[in-house]
Nanobody, 123 residues
Framework: QVQLVESGGGLVQAGGSLRLSCAASERTFSTYYMGWFRQAPGKEREFVAAINRSGRDTYYADSVKGRFTISRDNAKYTVYLQMNSLKPDDTAVYYC????????????????WGRGTQVTVSS
């Protein structure tokens, strides 16, 4: 089963940018649909973005559309989340997830998860 490790989180001021990375353990990475989710304290895990296997098709939550960009490099077994114009409401633990069958926005449809990386946006 694929293992996922996120990196790139940190503390940033409002309006700043961060790029998150999620490295996968398997050569079969290109067969997985990938998603980014986030969870703020006291809130449920929510969908942020997803990408299909080739990287051509991407999907975003309304709250991040126009500010965040998901991409992937199948040769490096890595998916990215470029986050621009960050807001304090973006503060959360960010997780990447993988599934085999199709793009999805429901977290319960993803069987494979990383441990998360903390993103904190100060006002």
């Amino acid at each position: 089963q694929v293992q996922l490790v996120e990196s790139g989180g940190g503390l940033v001021q409002a309006g700043g940018s961060l790029r998150l990375s999620c490295a996968a353990s398997e050569r079969t990475f290109s067969t997985y649909y990938m998603g980014w989710f986030r969870q703020a304290p006291g809130k449920e895990r929510e969908f942020v973005a997803a990408i299909n296997r080739s990287g051509r098709d991407t999907y975003y939550a309304d709250s991040v559309k126009g500010r965040f960009t998901i991409s992937r490099d199948n040769a490096k077994y890595t998916v990215y989340l470029q986050m621009n114009s960050l807001k304090p409401d973006d503060t959360a633990v960010y997780y990447c997830a993988a599934r085999s069958y199709s793009v999805a926005s429901r977290p319960d449809l993803y069987p494979y998860w990383g441990r998360g990386t903390q993103v904190t946006v100060s006002s």
